[in-house]
Every structure is written in structure tokens, then in C-alpha cells.
T-cell receptor, first 113, second 115 residues
Framework: GAVVSQHPSWVICKSGTSVKIECRSL??????MFWYRQFPKQSLMLMAT?????????EQGVEKDKFLINHASLTLSTLTVTSAHPEDSSFYIC?????????FGQGTRLTVV | AQSVAQPEDQVNVAEGNPLTVKCTYS??????LFWYVQYPNRGLQFLLK??????LVKGSYGFEAEFNKSQTSFHLKKPSALVSDSALYFC?????????????FGSGTRLSIRP
């Protein structure tokens, strides 16, 4: 199956700093990628849909100025958590869809201290 | 509203016994149906999918799922459980056929296989 690579796997940052997470589709072109957030023992919450060459579409309740998404190429989407706070600590997962199923990155564990 | 339901938060099965993880959906039309598995601190791994055709779909690691249109269900099954099957399982539905279509996930079922 297709491979989606997400980096870093984990990151610890100080409160007030920004963190960038990369999501790459390694063997196919993805015009659309998705960013999810997962709280402990819960399902995935869709944050936004990343569209190559255009603005991302954010789900209701997700602050677009806090979670900046850039999809500059057909193989790379980035999520930047700006001015991070402890409540932003979570597991973030990206995905890219093929013709039928979606493929997921390994996830990024963000801890803000 | 479109939704996916996994009625069991946790399923406990003895190793070697058959297992079933339940999933029902409420989506119009003929959606794509999926099962994914998640191990701790990892992303989701694709197990299997139903697009069209035979109602019994076979997937990775010996798992299979049965599509039932009249009951709008897509239960995950395995004839003989392994301890290594212990993980979090998600049922998912893609209502649209475009790769840009959002996927709707169930709440997840934690499968625990005891030796």
C-alpha cells in the first residue's frame, strides 16, 4: 500500500513556541490531505482538509490562525501549531487518500511544557 | 447526519476463540467501508475495505468483514484470535467517491485478547 510519512514522531516544546509537523506522501501524489487530532482513548477528530495550492478547509471550532496548514506541493502538507500551550498537547495524525482507502502517517506526539 | 457507530468500547476474547467487532453506519448512497487498526502511539493501519461485490471481504492478518446492506453493518471478524491482535480498531466510512471526500470514523473499539 501507499506510504505516508509524518515527522517528527514526537516533540516537546516550551509554551509560547511554534511547532511544525510534516506529512509526506512518498509514492503517490495527494491533492488532498487531512489532519486529525486524537485525545487519549478517543477517536480521531478531523481538524482540517489540506488542499494543494489553495487554502485549507477547517472544521468548525478549529482555530485556523493557531493551526496553520500549508500544502505547497502534491507530496507535502505541513501543520504548524503556533504559540503552543499545554492544552495543545495531543497526538496529531495526517492522512492522504488514494482512489479508495486513506493512508495514515505514523502520528506526532506533541507535548507542550 | 452521517455517522458510524461502534457500540462496544471494549471486546475481550480468549486467544484461539473467534472474535467480532461490531460496526453500523448511517450514510446515504453506497459508501466505501473500511477497518483500520491502531497500536499505541502509532498511526492507523489499513486492514480491509468494501467497495462493491462479494459481501465478505478478506483483509490483512486473517481479518475479514461482512457487509450487510439491509442492516447497514460492517462487522469485523477473525476465526481465531491472537494475543498480538490486541489493539484499537476503527470502523470508517467514506460517503463520497472522490479522494477529497472526508472519512467518517467510529469511536473505536479496544480489542483485548487474553492468553
Amino acid at each position: 500500500g501507499a506510504v505516508v510519512s509524518q515527522h517528527p514522531s514526537w516533540v516537546i516544546c516550551k509554551s509560547g513556541t511554534s511547532v511544525k509537523i510534516e506529512c509526506r506522501s512518498l509514492d503517490f501524489q495527494a491533492t488532498t490531505m487531512f489532519w486529525y487530532r486524537q485525545f487519549p482513548k478517543q477517536s480521531l477528530m478531523l481538524m482540517a482538509t489540506s488542499n494543494e495550492g489553495s487554502k485549507a478547509t477547517y472544521e468548525q471550532g478549529v482555530e485556523k490562525d493557531k493551526f496553520l496548514i500549508n500544502h505547497a506541493s502534491l507530496t507535502l502538507s505541513t501543520l504548524t501549531v503556533t504559540s503552543a500551550h499545554p492544552e495543545d498537547s495531543s497526538f496529531y495524525i495526517c492522512s492522504a487518500s488514494g482512489d479508495t482507502e486513506a493512508f495514515f502517517g505514523q502520528g506526532t506526539r506533541l507535548t507542550v511544557v | 447526519a452521517q455517522s458510524v457507530a461502534q457500540p462496544e468500547d471494549q471486546v475481550n476474547v480468549a486467544e484461539g476463540n473467534p472474535l467480532t467487532v461490531k460496526c453500523t453506519y448511517s450514510v446515504s448512497g453506497n459508501p466505501y467501508l473500511f477497518w483500520y487498526v491502531q497500536y499505541p502511539n502509532r498511526g492507523l493501519q489499513f486492514l480491509l475495505k468494501y467497495i462493491t461485490g462479494d459481501n465478505l471481504v478478506k483483509g490483512s492478518y486473517g481479518f475479514e468483514a461482512e457487509f450487510n446492506k439491509s442492516q447497514t453493518s460492517f462487522h469485523l471478524k477473525k476465526p481465531s484470535a491472537l494475543v498480538s491482535d490486541s489493539a484499537l480498531y476503527f470502523c470508517a466510512v467514506r460517503p463520497g467517491y472522490s479522494s477529497a471526500s472526508k472519512i467518517i470514523f467510529g469511536s473505536g473499539t479496544r480489542l483485548s485478547i487474553r492468553p
